[in-house]
Every structure is written in structure tokens, then in C-alpha cells.
């Protein structure tokens, strides 16, 4: 059985997808770009590592709305426009962890929503 989440913790949706949907006691959560949740502009100025960051509370903000933390994590893809920017994407998104870190995808990609330099996807397990 499906379950859709909404928050206002992260930015809302602007396409047809949802932010994050559970399938049993997984949360899949749709990628995340830097946009602000209150105003709904871009963070970051094209700085990976601020926009890593923004990404990374957004992550923060779904996951927290559903009672789970970064701890939860047990997969994650990285989006990035360039494969030079991974030091600074690197050690932002690793900085959000504490104990051992999920399984991951690190990829370039040649455009994102709004020249979004980072973009962050994670699956969850609440079990």
C-alpha cells in the first residue's frame, strides 16, 4: 500500500510528483534541489556546497515530518552538474551523518530544474 507525505518542512512540489511516498516501510523521497521551503526561490547563488546544504535540510525537514532522521537513510543518489564539485558536495552531505553511511550514487548530469548545481533523492527505512 502506497502512502503519499506532504510537508511544509521541505518545499512543496511543483510538478506531478509528490515529495516523499511510502511503499511498506520505505520512504522514497523525490529529489531535492536547494529552493528555500518558505519562499520557494533557489539557495545558494550556484554555490554547490550552500546548495548541498539546502538540499540536505530539505532532506531533513521530510524526513523529520515523518519522525525519522538521517539515521534512516539507506540509499542516496547525487545529481551534480559537474564531477569537479564533489569535495564540496562530498563533505556537506557527509557532515549530515553520524555512524556509518548509506549506499550511494554519485553522477553528473547535464542540466537540473532551475540550473540547480545539486540534487539529492534518498530512500528511507522507518522499520
Request: aromatic share 10%.
Amino acid at each position: 500500500m502506497r502512502k503519499t507525505v506532504v510537508t511544509d518542512k521541505a518545499p512543496a512540489a511543483v510538478g506531478a510528483y509528490s515529495q516523499g511516498t511510502y511503499a511498506g516501510d520505505f520512504l522514497y523521497l523525490s529529489g531535492q534541489i536547494a529552493l528555500d521551503p518558505a519562499t520557494g526561490k533557489m539557495v545558494g547563488d550556484g554555490d554547490p556546497a550552500a546548495e548541498t546544504h539546502q538540499v540536505m535540510k530539505n532532506i531533513q525537514g521530510v524526513l523529520a515530518s515523518q519522525g525519522l532522521s538521517f539515521d534512516h537513510v539507506v540509499k542516496a543518489v547525487i545529481y551534480a552538474a559537474s564531477m569537479k564539485d564533489f569535495p564540496e558536495i562530498n563533505k556537506v552531505y557527509a557532515s549530515y551523518f553520524s555512524g556509518s553511511f548509506p549506499a550511494r550514487c554519485f553522477v553528473e548530469v547535464s542540466g537540473m530544474a532551475l540550473n540547480a548545481k545539486v540534487e539529492i533523492d534518498i530512500v528511507a527505512y522507518k522499520g
